[in-house]
Protein backbone atom coordinates (compact mmCIF):
# COMPACT_ATOMS: atom_id res chain seq x y z
CA UNK A 1 0.00 0.00 0.00
CA UNK A 2 1.35 3.27 -0.56
CA UNK A 3 0.06 6.79 0.55
CA UNK A 4 1.19 9.86 -1.35
CA UNK A 5 1.24 13.33 1.26
CA UNK A 6 2.85 16.99 1.25
CA UNK A 7 0.85 18.54 -1.59
CA UNK A 8 -0.50 22.14 -1.15
CA UNK A 9 -0.69 25.38 -2.07
CA UNK A 10 2.35 27.46 -3.04
CA UNK A 11 3.21 30.30 -5.73
CA UNK A 12 4.72 30.15 -8.66
CA UNK A 13 8.34 29.91 -7.91
CA UNK A 14 7.96 28.12 -4.35
CA UNK A 15 8.89 24.57 -3.64
CA UNK A 16 7.00 21.47 -1.96
CA UNK A 17 8.43 18.05 -0.86
CA UNK A 18 6.23 15.24 -1.36
CA UNK A 19 6.70 12.14 0.30
CA UNK A 20 5.36 8.45 -0.79
CA UNK A 21 5.06 6.32 2.56
CA UNK A 22 5.08 2.08 1.45
CA UNK A 23 3.38 0.10 4.01
CA UNK A 24 3.03 -3.79 4.41
CA UNK A 25 5.48 -4.23 1.92
CA UNK A 26 9.27 -3.73 1.62
CA UNK A 27 9.98 -1.14 -0.97
CA UNK A 28 13.74 -1.54 -1.16
CA UNK A 29 14.09 -3.77 -4.66
CA UNK A 30 10.66 -1.71 -6.01
CA UNK A 31 10.85 0.71 -8.22
CA UNK A 32 8.68 3.87 -7.72
CA UNK A 33 6.84 5.87 -9.83
CA UNK A 34 5.27 9.64 -9.37
CA UNK A 35 2.26 10.69 -11.93
CA UNK A 36 -0.13 13.62 -12.04
CA UNK A 37 -3.11 14.55 -13.30
CA UNK A 38 -4.31 17.73 -14.18
CA UNK A 39 -7.81 18.57 -14.53
CA UNK A 40 -9.61 17.32 -17.35
CA UNK A 41 -6.52 15.81 -18.92
CA UNK A 42 -4.91 11.96 -18.77
CA UNK A 43 -2.26 11.06 -16.09
CA UNK A 44 1.14 11.45 -16.86
CA UNK A 45 4.54 10.31 -15.37
CA UNK A 46 6.82 12.58 -13.69
CA UNK A 47 9.54 11.06 -13.12
CA UNK A 48 10.97 7.30 -10.96
CA UNK A 49 13.56 5.49 -8.89
CA UNK A 50 15.01 2.24 -9.36
CA UNK A 51 14.75 -0.01 -6.66
CA UNK A 52 18.22 -0.76 -4.78
CA UNK A 53 20.54 1.40 -7.49
CA UNK A 54 18.02 4.34 -6.71
CA UNK A 55 18.87 5.71 -10.61
CA UNK A 56 16.29 8.39 -11.28
CA UNK A 57 14.73 9.55 -14.28
CA UNK A 58 12.46 12.38 -14.89
CA UNK A 59 9.86 13.39 -17.42
CA UNK A 60 11.47 16.95 -20.17
CA UNK A 61 8.78 18.90 -18.35
CA UNK A 62 10.06 18.67 -14.94
CA UNK A 63 13.91 17.80 -15.28
CA UNK A 64 15.90 20.01 -13.40
CA UNK A 65 13.61 21.71 -11.05
CA UNK A 66 11.96 18.26 -9.67
CA UNK A 67 14.34 15.79 -7.57
CA UNK A 68 13.13 12.00 -6.75
CA UNK A 69 14.79 10.30 -3.74
CA UNK A 70 14.32 7.58 -1.54
CA UNK A 71 15.19 6.22 2.03
CA UNK A 72 14.47 2.75 2.30
CA UNK A 73 14.93 2.67 5.84
CA UNK A 74 11.49 4.79 6.28
CA UNK A 75 9.88 2.91 3.36
CA UNK A 76 9.24 6.59 1.81
CA UNK A 77 10.34 8.19 -1.25
CA UNK A 78 9.96 11.57 -2.00
CA UNK A 79 9.84 14.05 -5.05
CA UNK A 80 11.55 18.03 -4.28
CA UNK A 81 9.82 20.01 -6.34
CA UNK A 82 11.40 23.47 -7.06
CA UNK A 83 10.99 26.46 -9.10
CA UNK A 84 6.99 25.46 -9.32
CA UNK A 85 5.09 26.67 -12.33
CA UNK A 86 1.38 26.50 -12.93
CA UNK A 87 1.10 24.11 -15.02
CA UNK A 88 2.39 21.62 -12.19
CA UNK A 89 -1.51 21.77 -10.77
CA UNK A 90 -2.07 18.59 -10.63
CA UNK A 91 -2.92 15.76 -8.43
CA UNK A 92 0.49 13.91 -7.59
CA UNK A 93 0.25 10.09 -7.46
CA UNK A 94 2.87 7.90 -6.24
CA UNK A 95 2.87 4.31 -8.15
CA UNK A 96 5.17 0.87 -8.08
CA UNK A 97 5.18 -2.52 -10.09
CA UNK A 98 6.39 -1.13 -13.27
CA UNK A 99 10.00 -0.33 -14.92
CA UNK A 100 12.09 2.62 -14.67
CA UNK A 101 15.17 1.99 -16.64
CA UNK A 102 15.52 5.21 -18.45
CA UNK A 103 13.54 8.94 -19.37
CA UNK A 104 11.04 6.79 -21.62
CA UNK A 105 10.08 4.31 -18.88
CA UNK A 106 8.44 7.80 -16.40
CA UNK A 107 5.64 7.69 -19.20
CA UNK A 108 5.06 3.94 -18.27
CA UNK A 109 1.83 5.09 -16.53
CA UNK A 110 -0.29 2.04 -18.00
CA UNK A 111 2.20 -0.79 -16.27
CA UNK A 112 2.45 0.58 -13.08
CA UNK A 113 -0.14 -1.49 -10.87
CA UNK A 114 -0.36 -0.15 -7.49
CA UNK A 115 -1.19 3.04 -7.04
CA UNK A 116 -1.76 5.32 -3.78
CA UNK A 117 -4.10 8.09 -3.55
CA UNK A 118 -3.33 11.53 -4.66
CA UNK A 119 -2.13 14.41 -2.77
CA UNK A 120 -3.40 17.79 -4.49
CA UNK A 121 -0.49 19.94 -5.53
CA UNK A 122 -1.48 23.71 -6.48
CA UNK A 123 0.54 26.41 -7.99
CA UNK A 124 -0.71 30.05 -8.19
CA UNK A 125 0.52 32.43 -10.40
Known amino acids: QLQASGGGLVQAGGSLRLSCQAS????????IGWFRQAPGKEREGVSC????????YYSNSVKGRFTISRDDAKSTVYLEMNNLKPEDTAVYYC????????????????????WGQGTQVTVSS
Open 95 to 114: ATGGPCYSDADVHSVNLYGA
Open 24 to 31: RFTLETFA
Open 49 to 56: VKGRSGNA
